[in-house]
């Protein structure tokens, strides 16, 4: 199933409950949440305040991106601030095998990320394991930039390399999606679609329904 992940790391923080009310109304299936530890990426974002805090306002799915060192370490805290699915970067992980377990011990989604430069390969030996695959299409820390174009590749790539091994992972693109790469990026193999600025300007609630009616496409 194709679905939406807006990330709210591009939304307007003053308002940020009224924002999750109106991506939940608009249809959006995910919430998108990024956590950022100023030591995996540059930058700091939110944590578990934040997040419980919002849990009450939808039943859509949080779908809890980790940029932290050792997610391992949190496990636990995530799931009991709310996350439905906890995605951990490759690149941060000493024993990722053992990360994804602890994850799927908890009774939700577990996910792996790799950032642009991360080799589609380097996840091969865990990729029976996990539900999703989250494929960086910018380096990981800020919202805002620009598609990296080659990362649509290693999508195909992924693609190619779940569909060999007989599985049905999902591929989820995170970073520089727009109304206007969608299409290609979801033609790549890509069902679950992040995205931040593309949302969190004008009419945000019309701009979910555009991103939801092209993806039904
Ligand atoms: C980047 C984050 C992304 C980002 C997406 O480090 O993981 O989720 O917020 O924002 P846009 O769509 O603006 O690139
Ligand atoms: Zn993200």
């Known amino acids: 199933m194709n679905c939406l992940s807006p990330s709210i790391l591009a939304s307007d923080f003053s308002k940020l409950g009224s924002q999750v009310e109106l991506l939940d109304r608009a249809g959006a299936q995910y919430v998108h949440i990024d956590i950022m530890d100023g030591m995996f990426v540059p930058s700091i974002s939110m944590g578990f305040p934040v997040m419980k805090s919002i849990r009450p306002l939808t039943d859509r799915i949080f779908d809890v991106h980790l940029m932290i060192q050792e997610p391992e370490r949190y496990i636990n805290e995530f799931v009991d601030a709310g996350a439905d699915l906890l995605t951990v970067h490759a690149e941060a992980c000493t024993n990722l095998e053992r ?25 091969a030996g865990v990729l029976k394991e996990v539900d999703m695959v989250l494929v960086m299409m910018v380096n990981p820390g800020f919202g805002g930039q ?31 999606v727009t109304l206007d790469n969608v299409g290609k990026v979801m033609d790549a193999g890509a069902n679950i679609v992040v995205a931040g600025s593309a949302i969190f300007h004008g009419d945000v609630e019309d701009n979910v329904r555009q991103f939801l009616s092209y993806m039904s496409e």
Do not use: H
């Not at 195909?156 to 989820?172: P, R, Y």
């Open 99 to 123: 990360t994804i377990q602890k994850i799927k011990e908890k009774g939700i989604i577990a996910g792996v990320a790799i950032k642009p430069s991360t080799p589609v390969e380097q996840i």
């Open 146 to 176: 620009k598609l990296i174009p080659g990362t649509i590749d290693k999508v195909w790539e992924l693609k190619q390399m779940i569909n060999e091994m007989g599985l049905e992972t999902d591929i989820e693109v995170d970073g520089g």
